[in-house]
């Protein structure tokens, strides 16, 4: 019953940027103890980590998006986000939200958005 809804893709040029967001339902309560993180499918490739950010605020990224790329988070709002700076048509990708803690009893990810870099 817990809902994760993103937003923010859409098609950009290559150099551009976009911001993206992940909006957790009202069930969670208990919104800081989740690892929130962005994963990214492109076509013919497996998911994969783009970036995490605990509830303290540590972040990890993968080293593509490094420079480029900043998560946060709202934890009263219980919302993620996502700056993409720098767009390549490489980050093309549908974008998902995942929320998890850290046993991973729960997971769970959104319905994805589509980001399209043009080159």
Excluded at 72 to 96: F, G, H, I, W
Aim: charged residues 15%.
């Amino acid at each position: 019953q817990v809902q994760l809804v993103e937003s923010g893709g859409g098609l950009v040029q290559a150099g551009g940027s976009l911001r993206l967001s992940c909006v957790a339902s009202t069930r969670i309560f208990s919104f800081y103890a989740y690892i929130m993180g962005w994963y990214r499918e492109a076509p013919g490739k497996q998911r994969e980590l783009v970036a995490t950010i605990t509830g303290g605020g540590t972040t990890n990224y993968t080293d593509s998006v490094k420079g480029r790329f900043t998560v946060s988070r709202d934890n009263p709002k219980k919302t993620l986000y996502l700056q993409m700076n720098s767009l390549k048509p490489e980050d093309t990708a549908v974008y998902y939200c995942n929320a998890r803690v850290s046993s991973g009893v729960y997971n769970y990810w959104g319905q994805g958005t589509q980001v399209t870099v043009s080159s």
